[in-house]
């Protein structure tokens, strides 16, 4: 296990539980009571947990695990779908996309597409975002317009959000905006913070077209704050692992499902 997979888990696990022993982590991750010790301390320099005697004590942000240590997570199976993803986009669309790891992924996909490469120096497409590390990787690339809406960064997910958001997403068209959600079931899509939710919707609101991006893992679940419902998707997204009686549910509301 890859060190970043290992912190996602300790995450996970104090996540769920509140509280963590160092020698059952040692025994179930099948590392050392020391590596334990010494990944629990790095967490716990970036304030992420409280170490005690013997093992560690969730602090609120572990419930909502920071960007960077969810990239390990369905790290295949988010490749495949940004690849399918990826081509529905055509040379000259405005494109509005939020933050997450699966739409990171469909981000870089996008940028490295041999056919939307630039010519004549004009760029293939436009592309508008809340992501601060999505315009940060594609910023460099010549062939894309970047469109960054302002706002309040927040940490964890690098997403811009509140009010000031809002004055830039209101005045603009997309043709196609492809969504990260935390879970997508008979409802509708949803995310944990509804300051991000509430960004999400007006992306929604502003493209032709929507396309949902989520692995199997958010299919049937549902999180705090809605997004959009169903009827406002035409098209999800998901690997190859989805579950049929999960998915009917989608294409009987009249959404395209893609497995990737």
Known sequence: MKRYERLNTLLESLAEKGAIDVDELAEQLHVSAAT???????LGKQQLLTR???????NAV????????KTARFASEKQRIAQAAATLVRRGMVIGMNGGTTISEVARTLATRPELSAEHGEPA??????ALNIANELIVR?????????????PQSYEMIGPLSHRIL???SLDIAFIGVDGIDETGATAHHEGEANIN????SRAAKVVVVADSSKLGQRAFARICELTEIDTLVTDAQADESQLTVFKEAGI?????
């Open 52 to 58: 005690t005697r013997g093992g560690a004590v969730a």
């Open 62 to 69: 572990s419930y909502d695990l920071p960007l960077r240590y």
């Open 170 to 172: 209101a005045d603009l």
């Open 36 to 42: 334990i010790r010494r990944d629990l301390d790095h």
């Open 125 to 130: 497409f436009t592309l508008v975002t809340n």
């Open 142 to 154: 010549p062939h894309v317009k970047m469109v960054l809406t302002g706002g309040v960064a927040r």
């Open 201 to 204: 919707q007006l992306i929604v």
């Open 256 to 260: 395209d499902v893609i497995r990737a």
